[in-house]
Structures are given as structure tokens and as C-alpha cells.
């Protein structure tokens, strides 16, 4: 039975590291197959006791952790050294920074357990996440090579947003993991240890490209080709969010893709050439629905148009119309505050939302800065103001992060 998105809600809020003990041992029952969780970590102190604490706090308790530090310039290494010392189960190792796919390597190179099972260091996990994996993956077929679990967007406080990834593509799934990426993210699989002795680790290729993104999509695609994935239909992952995160840089995340699709045409050239356009026409759209988050509507508007040059059917999506509309909403919204700006207060400079002022009132979102007590403002500014309101006060469109405008009046 999947929890509650509200209990889901209670538990990605739990304290970061209130619940690890004191001192963890690393002695558990033999009969339990070692489980060897890898964290690769780059600047990752705002997150990474989180993390760890979600890891360590699972029910099933015979794994081992192994945090690579990927040349971190924070605390982010003094952080995971504290916890180790509290529980024996968590083990750092440092090198220069190599990229992600090299800091899994080395994690997986110096593991010991026979199911390997990745997470990013801002992501989390729900307490029962490798134990429902491990009962999974010990009553399927041998030539299951992956579990996978659902997983559910958090932002950058740990609370849930409105994404999610719930597939039950299982099975021989190599041709639609080529369509989509079904699997959402880096977090929620657990992964066969033998599969990565036949099919190899994660390729450093795409650091050395500079076209980091897709190292776990090319992982997938590689063990899918070989073997046969199972899901977990739950929501035991929580999927972060961050604007500044390289989930977000749409350049490097298209080369990669490009990188990956073009290696995997190469050695398939039997499969369909549409099936390959499908899958340019979904990243499209995911990289429309990134962009949109983050307000570049012009750039969202533009993976949009590409999606639907690639694949004509993707103009019979509801998603498709839902993102465009909500692009052209909110460029017109931005094109009417700055003719406000132009014709009402044409010496008028943007200010920051600190910045101190004589009168201030809050009109929803939008903050008017006056450089005159308020009492001050003349009929025809308060008309002005009033114009502003209506047009914005008591609009919102759904999904939109707040934003301010502050206005100086002369």
C-alpha cells in the first residue's frame, strides 16, 4: 500500500540528524545480503546530513555507506567525518574533483556488498526504500539486474512539490527506457552487483565532454540491454530540486543526452528511427518543464517547439499545451509590469526587496518601494498603485515561484 503524501510530506521534514545513534555498529545478521549505498558529494554541505541520515536510518541495517568527497571547497567532507564517527557503517574517501561517474566508480571499486545502490548527495530516502528493494530483487528472476522505487520532487527545504516519477514499465524495458526515462533520477535504483562486472561502471566520458547528466540513463540503458528490471510501486525517494544543480543546466544535460542517444544508435542501428525521435521529442518536454520551473520561458518555449518538430504527437499532449500556455501567461505578465514601469514611472529603477524605503505595503506579489512616507503620495500615484493591484493582486498562476517587483518612485 503507498503512503500518504501527507505522512510523506511529516517525513521528508524530520530533523537531520536527530535519529542516528550515538554509536552505530556494523554487525547485523549474515543472512542478509551486504547492501553497499555510494554518495558522491560535491559542495554538498547544505544537504548531505540529510541525506545520510534518511541512509542510515533505514529499516533494513546491513549496509555499508561510502561517501566520495569530489574535491569539495565547503565542509562537506568535516560533515560525513562527524557522522562516521557516531556510525561505523559510513566510510569517507576523498579524490580531486573527477565528476560524479568517476566518484560512483571509486565507491563501487572499494565496495563490499552485493547489491549496489546509489544516491545523490541532496536526495533522500523513505526508511523502508532498500528493504522493499531487497525483498524485490530476492524474489525475482536471476536476470533481474535492477529495482527501481517511485519517487516524489522535494525543493530545496525538503518539501514536496508537485513532480513526481510512478512508472510500472518492468521487464525487458530496453526499448522504452530508449523512449523515456521512466526511472526519473539517480536515487532510486538498486543495482545487481554482477551486472556492473558484465556491462561496466558509469562512463567518465560525459565529465571529460563536459556534458554531465545522463551518466545513470546510460548506466540503465546498458544494464537494460542484458537484463531485466523490476519496480517497486511506492514512493520511497525524494527527488531534490535545486535551481543551482546540474539537473538544471540545460546545455550540459542535452549534450549528454545527445551523447548517450548517439552511442546507443550506433550499436542498435535495427531499432526504428522514430522510436529515437520520440525519445528527443520527451527530453524536449522535460527540458521545457526544467526551464519553465526556473523562469526561462523563452527557453522553455523553445524546447517546446523542438519537441514538437521531433514528433508531431506530442501536440495530442495535455502536458505540451498545459506548459505553453503557462509560458505565454507569464511572458505577457512580465511584458505588462515593464510597460507599467514605462509609461506610469518612467524614472523608475529596480531596487532590491531589502532595500530600506520611508513607506512600504505589500500589494500580493508585487512590493512597492516609496521614497516618500505613504501619506505622502499624490491621487493620481494611488491610482496608479490601485491599477497595479488589480491587474496583479488577485492573480497567481498555478505553479509560479513568488517574485517581487520593487518600484522607486520619484
Not at 336 to 358: G, N, Q, W
Request: charged fraction near 25%; aromatic fraction near 10%.
Amino acid at each position: 500500500m503507498n503512503k500518504p503524501v501527507k505522512v510523506m510530506e511529516i517525513e521528508l521534514r524530520r530533523p537531520l540528524m536527530k535519529e542516528i545513534s550515538p554509536k552505530a555498529t556494523g554487525q547485523f545478521a549474515s543472512d542478509k545480503p551486504l547492501v553497499s549505498v555510494i554518495v558522491p558529494a560535491y559542495n554538498a554541505e547544505a544537504y548531505i546530513a540529510h541525506t545520510l541520515n534518511s541512509v542510515l536510518s533505514q529499516t533494513y541495517k546491513n549496509i555499508e555507506v561510502i561517501v566520495v568527497d569530489d574535491g569539495s571547497h565547503d565542509g562537506t567532507a568535516q560533515i560525513v567525518e562527524t557522522i562516521a564517527q557516531r556510525d561505523d557503517r559510513v566510510t569517507l574517501l576523498r579524490q580531486p574533483n573527477s565528476g560524479v561517474a568517476a566518484a560512483r566508480n571509486l565507491a563501487i571499486q572499494k565496495s563490499r556488498g552485493e547489491y549496489i545502490a546509489p544516491v545523490d548527495a541532496d536526495d533522500i530516502w523513505y526508511p523502508q526504500k532498500i528493504e522493499k528493494q531487497v525483498h524485490c530483487m530476492l524474489h525475482a528472476e536471476p536476470s533481474t539486474g535492477l529495482v527501481y522505487a517511485w519517487s516524489v520532487h522535494i525543493d530545496e527545504r525538503g518539501l514536496l512539490t508537485a513532480g513526481f516519477n510512478a512508472s510500472d514499465i518492468e521487464g525487458d524495458v530496453f526499448v522504452a527506457l530508449i523512449m523515456s526515462n521512466f526511472i526519473g533520477n539517480a536515487s532510486s535504483a538498486l543495482i545487481r552487483r554482477v551486472c556492473l562486472g558484465k556491462v561496466g561502471g558509469y562512463s567518465t566520458r560525459f565529465f571529460e565532454q563536459n556534458a554531465q547528466g545522463c551518466e545513470d540513463r546510460d548506466l540503465y540503458l546498458r544494464i537494460a540491454a542484458s537484463y531485466k528490471f523490476r519496480v517497486v510501486k511506492e514512493f520511497l525517494v525524494g527527488y531534490r530540486k535545486v535551481n543551482s544543480s546540474m539537473s538544471l543546466n540545460y546545455r550540459s544535460m542535452e549534450k549528454s543526452y545527445l551523447s548517450v542517444m548517439g552511442d546507443v544508435r550506433q550499436r542498435y542501428p535495427n531499432i526504428p528511427p522514430f522510436i529515437y525521435r520520440w525519445s528527443r521529442s520527451d527530453y524536449c518536454l522535460y527540458l521545457g518543464s526544467q526551464s519553465n520551473v526556473c523562469g526561462h520561458y523563452w527557453k522553455s518555449i523553445h524546447y517546446l517547439y523542438k519537441a514538437a518538430l521531433m514528433s508531431p504527437a506530442f501536440l495530442l499532449y495535455p502536458e505540451f499545451y498545459r506548459l505553453l500556455r503557462g509560458c505565454v501567461l507569464r511572458l505577457a505578465k512580465q511584458a505588462v509590469v515593464h510597460a507599467i514601469r514605462a509609461v506610469f514611472y518612467p524614472s523608475a529603477r529596480t531596487e532590491e526587496k531589502d532595500c530600506p524605503a520611508h513607506g512600504e505595503f505589500e500589494l500580493f506579489n508585487i512590493i512597492i518601494h516609496s521614497s516618500r512616507p505613504l501619506t505622502g503620495l499624490s491621487k493620481l500615484q494611488r491610482i496608479r498603485l490601485q491599477r497595479i493591484h488589480r491587474l496583479f493582486g488577485r492573480r497567481k498562476l498555478s505553479g509560479e515561484r513568488e517574485f517581487y517587483r520593487s518600484v522607486s518612485i520619484a
